[in-house]
């Protein structure tokens, strides 16, 4: 088995093997372009070195050293060698993009003897040093787990001495004093000298890079992005190409289009005499990449050239690292461009007009749970025209926040916990910001540029991010931020506006976003590829007209329990609900049902001639009654039922499991006139809109928590039984459909006798999960969090489908309801009808519609036109 390829034996095919870096490193090498020379060691070593108790096998040692040797032949550099030594980098990569979570160590090879070597033939003594000292912070920090401050220490100490204002004004002789309290430093932590022999050196850094795929923030960000533990990474070694020697070398990094906004047009960033991660690392703020037109012309054209065949070939933008050396280009890396939702879709529609990718590609380009961006609120332009503009930093990742200020990830972490609405504050973000960054609702640094780590993975996040906002002074040992004459503490509003690059005082109030253009022609596509119906859960006109903006086909959940709640009604509901007899109960609830005609009316007309399915009354009585002795004391003396009556009511009702308890169908069984009022409401309802807008209304009720088909049948008579009796009375006569949610396992595994009473089934997944995992779904949050550490659930079950266990379920009624009744109406009303995930599996299995919250209608019908593809 082969564990090494050089770079010219891959290809952009074999990610799951090389990771991504070494599969593009191999197609760049394949297609001609100025790749310096190297081989990957496979994502299959990583693993074997983990299963081996985190030991590289001999066999995979001798390879290794095999390439190096061809390495050698082809540069015609020679490890150790003090003439003409041969210094590598050492890169991760793994198959799915991590960008920043894992490590890369450059200039490996150094050594006091090679650093002269280099010295000599570069002519550039100062520039060997620099490297030599960069080698060993690198190595002490990744291989060695050295803290990044120690050497900082020594390094400003000896800039300080000097009255030194930047890194470049240090000498050779100054960076060689460097060295030696660096060699010192490292003999203390580690009780031994740092390694001299760059094959040794070589094997500890390929480790440390292995070791690197198991750290706090890999393994953060796989859990964030989905990204299973055990694919491993790749590592790269490869020649190394010098952007810090002078003026005529540089370092930098472009995409082919703005992952901004999607504009066609390089957009990128480069630093002159500059090496590696200084770009990215946002510790100088870089030039914009048209400056390099000036500073090397020729490079200039030759790299726009490569951009735009780079694209060509991989018919999507790219993200590039490049370095110039010389006056030469050397290409670093290439993969395809992570983009904001904005970007994603106008380069999607515009690759698609150039001809370069079909509808198809173009619609799988946008990742469902990205538009998401698209959906959220601007500030209101009102607001925002009296807002009081503080300064301008880079527009780094589009958006609107408004939060108060923290200074550090946990605590802007804390702050949301409690509650708060958060804007992170930093000088720049490193990978260990991230969790903060999850937390906040906006980023602010000082420093960094479009391309550095806070510009990133805010874009990946959809979070808002203003960067490189050189105005303002951050002192976060303080925690103060300074802005012109304002200083703000932490807890302090502040909005930004990333799309702009604006930071503003205050609270800005925020509105709704345009839904036209590209993002109308995307989803114009995805409506035509997708075969699924997508319908929203809402139980008022103002969701429903919302839905109907986004996309939805229909209402596939009307819950009419929120509607009990209204301050007018909830005197009757309680009245009803403490009635002693039947007598009592339906003078009550004939109080209540003008209310629920004009609640479906309303809902009627906001969705037009478009579906409607209306579920009967479904939670526990209990939960419309006070709990505390207070509340029942306030209750009485508002109702005037004696407080004995209202507090012995109340025991009585209280169930020690509430959701397992006296709701759903359950209720309607025992007091079907609550049934009766639901359904004279949905059909008087129908019956004067079908009048009043001539909308042809076909009313659809569902009965929730059914387990057996008497049950159903129960119900059913009783719903049946009124609406003929209100077509008779009011003389008219329509279709309607009675038909169920499925939830409970037993009326899955007993799906073709529910079908002879049902008309249509709909899946309450949220409950058909709690019951076929015996998971409270409002106690589990901690158990399932754990489990999910632990890797006994990839996901967590309430937000995408169990397949195995849940989907068997689901696939089986689908099956067994098809059986009975061939015609039969399928769909999905769980929260589970909005994941991208579980909407391809309702494909797949043959549902007619998901259903979802409004806002995710569009994620919804993207994806379900991506699980038609
Ligand atoms: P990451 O995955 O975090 O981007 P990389 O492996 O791409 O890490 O390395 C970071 C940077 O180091 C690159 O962008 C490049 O500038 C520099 N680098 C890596 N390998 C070399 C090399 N062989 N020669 C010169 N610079 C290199
Ligand atoms: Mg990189
Ligand atoms: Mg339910």
């Given at each position: 088995?082969?564990?090494?390829?050089?770079?010219?034996?891959?290809?952009?095919?074999?990610?799951?093997?090389?990771?991504?870096?070494?599969?593009?490193?191999?197609?760049?090498?394949?297609?001609?372009?100025?790749?310096?020379?190297?081989?990957?060691?496979?994502?299959?070593?990583?693993?074997?070195?983990?299963?081996?108790?985190?030991?590289?096998?001999?066999?995979?040692?001798?390879?290794?050293?095999?390439?190096?040797?061809?390495?050698?032949?082809?540069?015609?550099?020679?490890?150790?060698?003090?003439?003409?030594?041969?210094?590598?980098?050492?890169?991760?990569?793994?198959?799915?993009?991590?960008?920043?979570?894992?490590?890369?160590?450059?200039?490996?090879?150094?050594?006091?003897?090679?650093?002269?070597?280099?010295?000599?033939?570069?002519?550039?003594?100062?520039?060997?040093?620099?490297?030599?000292?960069?080698?060993?912070?690198?190595?002490?920090?990744?291989?060695?787990?050295?803290?990044?401050?120690?050497?900082?220490?020594?390094?400003?100490?000896?800039?300080?001495?000097?009255?030194?204002?930047?890194?470049?004004?240090?000498?050779?002789?100054?960076?060689?004093?460097?060295?030696?309290?660096?060699?010192?430093?490292?003999?203390?932590?580690?009780?031994?000298?740092?390694?001299?022999?760059?094959?040794?050196?070589?094997?500890?850094?390929?480790?440390?890079?292995?070791?690197?795929?198991?750290?706090?923030?890999?393994?953060?960000?796989?859990?964030?992005?989905?990204?299973?533990?055990?694919?491993?990474?790749?590592?790269?070694?490869?020649?190394?190409?010098?952007?810090?020697?002078?003026?005529?070398?540089?370092?930098?990094?472009?995409?082919?289009?703005?992952?901004?906004?999607?504009?066609?047009?390089?957009?990128?960033?480069?630093?002159?005499?500059?090496?590696?991660?200084?770009?990215?690392?946002?510790?100088?703020?870089?030039?914009?990449?048209?400056?390099?037109?000036?500073?090397?012309?020729?490079?200039?054209?030759?790299?726009?050239?490569?951009?735009?065949?780079?694209?060509?070939?991989?018919?999507?933008?790219?993200?590039?690292?490049?370095?110039?050396?010389?006056?030469?280009?050397?290409?670093?890396?290439?993969?395809?461009?992570?983009?904001?939702?904005?970007?994603?879709?106008?380069?999607?529609?515009?690759?698609?007009?150039?001809?370069?990718?079909?509808?198809?590609?173009?619609?799988?380009?946008?990742?469902?749970?990205?538009?998401?961006?698209?959906?959220?609120?601007?500030?209101?332009?009102?607001?925002?025209?009296?807002?009081?503009?503080?300064?301008?930093?880079?527009?780094?990742?589009?958006?609107?926040?408004?939060?108060?200020?923290?200074?550090?990830?946990?605590?802007?972490?804390?702050?949301?916990a409690n509650g708060a609405k958060?804007?992170?504050?930093?000088?720049?973000?490193?990978?260990?910001?991230?969790?903060?960054?999850?937390?906040?609702?906006?980023?602010?640094?000082?420093?960094?540029?479009?391309?550095?780590?806070?510009?990133?993975?805010?874009?990946?996040?959809?979070?808002?991010?203003?960067?490189?906002?050189?105005?303002?002074?951050?002192?976060?040992?303080?925690?103060?931020?300074?802005?012109?004459?304002?200083?703000?503490?932490?807890?302090?509003?502040?909005?930004?506006?990333?799309?702009?690059?604006?930071?503003?005082?205050?609270q800005?109030k925020t509105?709704?976003?345009?839904?036209?253009?590209?993002?109308?022609?995307?989803?114009?596509?995805?409506?035509?590829?997708?075969?699924?119906?997508?319908?929203t859960n809402a139980d008022n006109p103002r969701d429903a007209k919302q839905a109907?903006?986004?996309?939805?086909?229909?209402i596939g959940l009307c819950r009419t329990e929120h509607m009990f709640f209204e301050e007018e009604r909830i005197p009757a509901v309680r009245r009803m609900i403490l009635a002693d007899s039947e007598e009592e109960r339906r003078e009550a609830l004939k109080f209540l049902l003008p209310y629920q005609k004009g609640d479906f009316k309303g809902i009627y007309e906001a969705m037009?001639?478009?579906?409607v399915t209306i579920r009967l009354l479904d939670p526990p009585l209990h939960e419309f009654l006070p709990h505390t002795d207070e509340e029942i004391k306030a209750l009485s003396e508002q109702i005037g039922v004696p407080y004995e009556k209202l507090a012995k009511k109340t025991q009585e009702l209280h169930e020690f499991n509430p959701m397992l308890g006296h709701r759903g169908c359950r209720l309607a069984v025992t007091y079907p006139e609550i049934a009766e009022m639901q359904a004279e409401a949905i059909i008087m309802a129908a019956i004067e809109v079908?009048?009043e807008?001539?909308?042809?209304?076909?009313p659809e009720i569902m009965i929730p928590l059914v387990?057996?088909?008497?049950e159903?049948?129960d119900v059913k008579a009783t719903v049946?039984k009124t609406v003929?009796a209100v077509?008779?009375r009011e003389?008219?006569?329509?279709?309607?459909?009675?038909?169920t949610m499925?939830e409970i396992?037993?009326?899955?595994?007993?799906?073709?006798?529910?079908?002879?009473?049902?008309?249509?089934?709909?899946?309450g997944?949220n409950d058909?999960?709690q019951m076929?995992?015996?998971?409270s779904r409002d106690d589990t949050g901690?158990?399932?969090?754990?489990?999910?550490?632990?890797?006994?659930?990839?996901?967590?079950?309430f937000?995408?489908?169990?397949?195995?266990?849940?989907?068997?379920?689901?696939?089986?009624?689908?099956?067994?309801?098809?059986?009975?009744?061939?015609?039969?109406?399928?769909?999905?009303c769980g929260e589970?009808?909005?994941?991208?995930?579980?909407?391809?599996?309702?494909?797949?299995?043959?549902?007619?519609?998901?259903s979802?919250s409004p806002f995710?209608?569009?994620?919804?019908?993207?994806?379900?036109?991506?699980?038609?593809?």
């Open positions: 088995k082969k564990f090494v390829y050089s770079f010219n034996e891959g290809s952009k095919d074999m990610k799951d093997l090389l990771g991504g870096k070494g599969a593009n490193l191999a197609e760049m090498t394949k297609i001609g372009l100025p790749v310096p020379f190297g081989f990957t060691v496979t994502t299959e070593a990583c693993n074997r070195y983990y299963d081996e108790g985190k030991k590289i096998g001999d066999d995979i040692v001798a390879s290794i050293f095999e390439k190096l040797e061809e390495l050698e032949n082809t540069t015609g550099k020679k490890f150790g060698d003090v003439e003409n030594p041969l210094l590598v980098s050492v890169r991760s990569g793994a198959k799915i993009s991590m960008p920043g979570m894992m490590d890369t160590i450059l200039n490996l090879g150094l050594n006091d003897q090679t650093v002269e070597g280099l010295a000599a033939l570069t002519e550039n003594p100062r520039f060997a040093y620099d490297s030599y000292r960069r080698f060993i912070q690198m190595f002490g920090d990744v291989v060695m787990e050295i803290a990044k401050t120690k050497f900082d220490a020594i390094f400003d100490a000896k800039k300080e001495e000097h009255g030194y204002e930047f890194d470049v004004d240090l000498t050779t002789e100054d960076l060689k004093e460097i060295i030696v309290g660096y060699k010192a430093l490292v003999k203390e932590e580690m009780g031994r000298d740092f390694p001299q022999e760059p094959k040794d050196q070589l094997m500890e850094a390929i480790m440390a890079v292995f070791r690197s795929w198991n750290n706090d923030r890999a393994i953060l960000y796989r859990q964030l992005n989905e990204i299973p533990d055990s694919i491993g990474t790749a590592v790269n070694v490869q020649s190394m190409v010098f952007g810090n020697m002078g003026e005529t070398s540089g370092t930098g990094v472009a995409f082919t289009r703005s992952p901004v906004n999607g504009e066609k047009a390089i957009f990128g960033e480069f630093l002159v005499n500059a090496q590696g991660e200084d770009v990215v690392a946002g510790i100088r703020t870089p030039q914009p990449i048209a400056e390099m037109a000036q500073a090397f012309p020729e490079v200039y054209t030759e790299f726009t050239r490569i951009a735009e065949l780079l694209e060509k070939h991989y018919t999507d933008m790219q993200d590039m690292e490049f370095t110039v050396e010389r006056n030469k280009l050397f290409m670093l890396q290439t993969r395809n461009g992570k983009r904001t939702a904005p970007a994603a879709v106008k380069i999607a529609v515009d690759m698609q007009s150039e001809g370069l990718i079909d509808k198809e590609t173009a619609v799988m380009r946008i990742e469902p749970a990205q538009i998401d961006q698209l959906l959220h609120p601007m500030f209101d332009a009102e607001e925002l025209k009296e807002a009081e503009k503080l300064t301008k930093g880079l527009p780094a990742s589009p958006g609107a926040a408004t939060g108060q200020i923290y200074f550090n990830a946990s605590d802007a972490e804390t702050a949301v958060a804007i992170l504050v930093r000088l720049e973000t490193s990978p260990e910001d991230l969790a903060g960054m999850v937390a906040a609702e906006g980023i602010l640094t000082a420093r960094g540029g479009m391309t550095s780590h806070a510009a990133v993975v805010a874009r990946g996040m959809g979070k808002c991010c203003v960067s490189g906002c050189a105005e303002i002074k951050v002192d976060e040992e303080a925690k103060e931020l300074t802005i012109g004459e304002y200083v703000f503490k932490e807890g302090d509003y502040i909005s930004l506006d990333g799309t702009a690059g604006d930071v503003l005082k205050g800005i509105v709704p976003p345009e839904l036209s253009g590209d993002f109308a022609e995307i989803m114009s596509w995805a409506d035509e590829i997708r075969t699924l119906k997508i319908r109907v903006e986004f996309g939805a086909e229909g037009g001639d478009r579906p079908r009048k807008q001539g909308l042809d209304i076909i387990g057996m088909r008497k159903l049948a049946v003929e077509l008779e003389g008219v006569k329509f279709d309607y459909l009675i038909g499925i396992p037993r009326a899955a595994l007993t799906a073709d006798e529910i079908a002879e009473e049902a008309e249509f089934f709909s899946f997944t058909l999960t076929t995992f015996g998971f901690k158990i399932i969090k754990e489990y999910r550490e632990k890797g006994i659930f990839d996901d967590d079950p937000q995408s489908i169990d397949q195995v266990g849940v989907g068997k379920l689901v696939k089986m009624a689908v099956e067994l309801g098809k059986q009975t009744r061939p015609s039969i109406k399928l769909g999905i589970h009808g909005g994941d991208p995930k579980s909407i391809e599996f309702c494909n797949a299995v043959g549902l007619q519609y998901v979802c995710r209608v569009p994620i919804a019908r993207l994806a379900a036109a991506q699980a038609a593809i």
